[in-house]
Structures are given as C-alpha cells and as structure tokens.
C-alpha cells in the first residue's frame, strides 16, 4: 500500500496498473460475454502490449478470466 507524505493510514494512492485493472475487471463485469485478444483490448483501452498484456494474464492467475486456445480473453463458464 502506498502512502503519501502527510496522509493518514486509511487514505491511499492507486497505481496506474491498479487502474488498469480496475477497469479491465469493470468492463467484463459490465459487458458478460466480452471476448477479447490482446489487440482489440489495446485498441478499446489505449494501452501497449505490455500494459494490456499484464493485467489480462494477472486475471488468468486469479480465474477471473481464462485465455482461450484461439487467444481471446473471456469469462469462465461454470457449469
């Protein structure tokens, strides 16, 4: 957790890549059913590879999203 100079222990600062995910995570809440590659999410949030990439995989580790053969980042299904 970061703490700027002066702020309390309950107040802090969000990082650009916790941002990122934060809105990666909002869109595919937002939006069941959204399947995307790695280009069209770069092209939808204005990001590069890296900065798209990392996110998306990080939400792969935590089975939030899974990445398909065809590589497209989508939901799992439960059934």
Do not use: I, N
């Not at 703490?3 to 802090?12: D, H, I, P, V």
């Not at 590659?37 to 998306?56: H, I, N």
Request: net charge positive; aromatic share 6%.
């Amino acid at each position: 957790m970061l703490l700027a100079k002066g702020m309390s222990q309950g107040a802090t600062l969000t990082t650009p890549a916790d941002d990122t995910l934060q809105r990666v995570v909002g869109e595919y809440l937002e939006m069941p059913g959204l399947s995307l590659t790695v280009p069209q999410a770069r092209r939808l949030w204005g990001l590069d590879a890296r900065k798209c990439e990392q996110p998306l995989e990080q939400l792969v580790g935590q089975h939030f999203l899974q990445r398909t053969s065809r590589g497209l980042y989508v939901r799992p299904t439960h059934a």
